[in-house]
C-alpha cells in the first residue's frame, strides 16, 4: 500500500487571539519546502501548546487525510475553503485515510519509520480557529479525525516523500472503527476487548477504555 506525504506542516506554540478567547497553541502550522528531522517525540521546529492532552512518545506525529478537505469545503461552505494545514496536523497524506489504516500499522516516510497508536480527539481549538462551535460533533460523527504516530525510527522527512505502509498490523482493527469505540458507537464488549489487547494502542486510549469494562 502506497501513498505520498502531500505536506509537511510544522510550528512552534504562540499566542493565538480568535473571536471570544485566546490561547496558546502550535496549530496554525505552516506548510515546508525543504525535508525536517523527525525525532522520537516530534518533528524539528514543532510543537504543542497544550502538554497536557498533547505531545508525548504516543502523539509524536498528527496526521490529517488530504482527501478530507474537498468533503469539508463542500459541506461547511465556508466563505474561504479550507486550505492545507487547517486541521493543524504535521502530515497531510495522501491514500492512507482512517478506513484504510489500522492501528499498529507500520510506514516508511523518507527515511522515517512510524507506527499508527490512535485516532485523533477534535479538541475546542478546531472549533475555535475554524469559528464552527458545531465541528468537534462534525468531526466525530464523520469519523474524519484523522489520527497520531509514533516514531519507531527518526530521520529526515519531505513533502513529496512516499508513504509506504511495510508491516499490517495483525489485529487488523481500522482507525475509522476504533473511533466507533472510542465515541461509544460501537459497543460490543468484544470487540472493545480486541482493541484493549492491541499493545501497540495508545496508552492513554487503552486506560480510557479500561475504565469502561
Not at 493565538?16 to 496558546?24: D, I, Q
Not at 469539508?72 to 486550505?83: I, R
Not at 484523522?146 to 482507525?175: C, F, N, P, T
Request: net charge neutral; hydrophobic share 35%.
Amino acid at each position: 500500500m502506497k501513498g505520498k506525504v502531500a505536506s509537511l506542516n510544522i510550528k512552534l506554540p504562540e499566542e493565538v487571539a480568535t473571536s471570544n478567547k485566546t490561547f496558546f497553541t502550535a496549530y496554525n502550522k505552516i506548510p515546508q519546502r525543504q525535508p525536517v528531522f523527525l525525532y522520537k517525540t516530534h518533528f524539528e521546529g514543532d510543537g504543542v501548546g497544550d502538554k497536557v492532552h498533547h505531545g508525548g512518545l504516543d502523539q509524536a506525529v498528527c496526521v490529517y487525510p488530504y482527501e478530507h478537505y474537498e468533503k469539508w469545503n463542500a459541506e461547511l461552505k465556508l466563505d474561504s475553503p479550507l486550505k492545507i494545514p487547517a486541521f493543524g496536523e504535521n502530515i497531510t497524506p495522501i491514500g492512507f485515510t482512517e478506513d484504510a489504516v489500522c492501528i499498529g500499522d507500520v510506514f516508511q516516510m523518507g527515511e522515517a519509520v512510524v507506527q499508527i497508536t490512535q485516532p485523533r480527539q477534535p479538541c475546542n481549538t478546531l472549533a475555535s480557529i475554524l469559528c464552527r462551535p458545531d465541528m468537534i460533533k462534525k468531526v466525530v460523527d464523520t469519523g474524519r479525525t484523522g489520527y497520531y504516530l509514533r516514531v519507531l525510527q527518526e530521520g529526515m522527512v519531505a513533502a513529496g516523500d512516499e508513504m509506504v505502509k511495510i508491516e499490517k498490523h495483525s489485529a487488523g482493527i481500522s482507525v475509522t472503527e476504533t473511533n466507533q469505540i472510542k465515541y461509544g458507537f460501537e459497543k460490543d464488549p468484544e470487540k472493545i476487548q480486541r482493541l484493549i489487547e492491541v499493545k501497540e494502542l495508545a496508552a492513554s486510549m487503552r486506560e480510557s477504555l479500561l475504565k469502561r469494562t
